[in-house]
């Protein structure tokens, strides 16, 4: 079964500001695919529909998972709690694939024609622990025994493979790219690009986004409800007059803020060109509200 105290003291190693756990995720995540199939005579399991406030899983890109799962939780309520204490590592970026290779334990994908939760391939684990493992260590955590990737498959056998695997299919998960896009800089970086670049961007806006698709080679980000106004350059157009912000390239390249579900709140610079609105920077807060609330005042103290 799984230990409640050890994902307790996770949550304090990953405990800078995460993503909300609460909030239902619409925004179509990317699917997975699998490689070829082989039973391995595991211990037959039931399909329960992925709850929506599972905020780990919800909007993964299936609906239903297997139960019990891969960690040995018997209900989707145990399974939720159970999941939630590993959020915010999701807000490290240490892997595209961290969502996909947690979820692929906690809920995993239920397939009509398998009996059993499909397992992660051996390959998507080691790249989730090789890549995670110094974030951990840091804080004195080692890689979980529940999570020892010897468990997992390392052949023909059916399992969950990482986003760029060779065998995987196109999806319509995030954008991805073999660079982070210039415009979504993480964390404390993308902090200082919004700061140096404010007074300089004719449009910028404190946001929630509620949903992004591709739009050829390009992202098209759509906010939720009314974006507050911070900096409105442009008095052609009525403030706040924009239905949606376009991410030029973001096909090609990754953008963490858009991985996985769309919560909390975001700051973006843009500037309009040919009647788009482009975005510039784009950053997902990381810290807690009150920080964000001091960090705009400061940027709307300034003598632009």
Not at 224 to 230: A, H, I, K
Not at 268 to 295: N, P, V
Request: hydrophobic residues 35%; contains cysteine.
């Amino acid at each position: 079964m799984f230990n409640l105290h050890y994902l307790l003291m996770i949550v304090l190693l990953v405990s800078s500001p995460s993503r909300a756990a609460d909030e239902d995720d619409d925004d179509g995540d990317e699917g997975l695919t699998v490689h070829p199939v082989s039973d391995s005579g595991a211990v037959r399991s039931v399909c329960k529909p992925v709850p929506n406030t599972m905020g780990l899983c919800s909007g993964i890109g299936y609906g239903e998972m297997r139960l019990p799962n891969l960690l040995g939780h018997d209900t989707a309520r145990e399974a939720q709690q159970q999941s939630a204490s590993w959020i915010p590592l999701l807000g490290k970026h240490c892997h595209r694939d961290t969502r996909r290779f947690l979820c692929s334990l906690f809920a995993p994908v239920c397939l009509p024609e398998v009996p059993v939760p499909v397992r992660p391939c051996r390959s998507l684990c080691e790249a989730v622990r090789d890549a995670c493992l110094p974030v951990m260590s840091a804080f004195g955590f080692p890689w979980p025994e529940m999570f020892n990737c010897s468990r997992f498959p390392d052949g023909p056998e059916l399992c969950v493979p990482g986003e760029r695997d060779a065998n995987r299919e196109t999806t319509t998960g995030a954008p991805t790219g073999s660079v982070i896009c210039e415009v979504c800089s993480p964390d404390s970086a993308g902090e200082r690009e919004i700061q140096q670049n404010f007074c300089k961007s004719p449009f910028a806006f404190r946001l929630r986004v509620g949903s992004w698709s591709r739009d050829g080679s390009d992202v098209r980000v759509v906010p939720q409800g009314r974006s507050r106004v911070l900096r409105w350059q442009d008095h052609q157009l009525a403030a706040g007059e924009q239905s949606a912000l376009w991410l030029p390239g973001g096909r090609d390249c990754s953008c963490p803020a858009l991985d996985g579900p769309l919560t909390g709140s975001y700051i973006a610079l843009a500037h309009m060109t040919s009647g788009r609105m482009l975005l510039t920077r784009l950053l997902r807060w990381a810290r807690e509200e009150k920080e964000l609330k001091k960090f705009i005042r400061g940027m709307l103290r300034r003598a632009c």
